[in-house]
């Protein structure tokens, strides 16, 4: 009996062990991530040297080469989380990633966030149109593709679909904050791409049937996030600043 009990006990300790060890890893990916977002979100900050709301001029087109500047700096921080993947997938199976899925759920979800504002703002440097807003919407693959989830070196580790569409809905908040600040620095088409780019992705997850209560409410707060942004184009219709460009 007490060798039946004591391989129980070496069970334990050993399941203790495993899930220290992707503590550990994961703070260490907590940090990257905090860092990752300081570096997208100073788009927002009036006086960042990073900010990318300037005006054209005759010589250089300043706001391209400020984006290109954000997104070239924010790449390599993406790919240095490949490491943490490693290390952890070296430590699960397949048949055992739900078992810890609530150690990195939140995390993913936050690398889905940030992947897509990286991502819209770098399509928008290259194209700035409501034309082909479909593009400006990262895919769940583009996405491990960024962080290095589809190397050979890495078999079990994954995004769940659920965890990138949550991502989704948090950089719809984001980018609508973005259309605000856009205004401030006399960017009068930006809430327009945002505002018609919010409505075609409402509309796509409408089309979704949600059994998830979670991203289910979190879908539904992205009305707001669209009001926002109508909000702003009214006022803007209004002072006929609409087709307003900068010479």
């Known amino acids: 009996m007490n060798t039946i009990f004591q391989q129980v006990n070496e069970h334990f300790d050993q399941e203790q062990n495993r899930r220290d060890k992707i503590n ?7 940090v990257q991530l905090r860092n990752l977002q300081a ?18 001029t005759n010589t250089i087109n300043i706001l391209q080469f ?13 790919q240095e989380m490949h490491s943490t993947f ?16 609530n150690t990195w759920n939140f995390r993913l979800t936050q690398i889905c966030f940030l992947a897509a504002l990286y991502h819209w703002i770098l ?22 593709e960024l962080v290095g989830l589809n190397q050979d070196d ?18 719809c908040t984001e980018v609508s904050r973005f259309a605000v600040n856009a205004v401030t620095k006399q960017d009068y088409e930006a809430p327009q791409r945002i505002g018609k ?19 289910r409410k979190r ?29």
Not at 24 to 30: A, G, M, R, S
Not at 46 to 56: A, E, K, Q, T, V
């Open 39 to 56: 570096h997208l979100t100073a788009i927002h900050n009036s006086n960042s040297n990073c900010l990318i709301y300037f005006y054209y």
């Open 197 to 215: 780019f919010l409505n075609e992705l409402y509309s796509g997850f409408r089309m979704l049937n949600l059994k998830n209560d979670n991203l």
């Open 24 to 30: 550990d890893e994961f703070k260490k990916l907590d």
């Open 86 to 101: 490693v290390v952890v997938d070296k430590l699960i199976s397949k048949e055992t990633y739900f078992k810890y899925y």
């Open 154 to 171: 890495i078999s079990s580790f994954f995004i769940p679909l659920e965890d990138y569409l949550m991502g989704v809905c948090n950089f």
């Open 123 to 144: 399509m928008d440097l290259q194209q700035p149109s409501s034309d082909n807003l479909l593009s400006y919407l990262i895919t769940k693959d583009q996405v491990q």
């Open 219 to 247: 879908f539904d707060g992205i009305k707001y996030d669209i009001k926002r942004v109508e909000d702003i184009l009214y006022d803007l219709s209004i002072r006929n600043l609409l087709s307003h460009q900068k010479q």
């Open 66 to 78: 400020l984006v290109k500047e954000i997104c070239d700096k924010a790449k390599p921080m993406f």
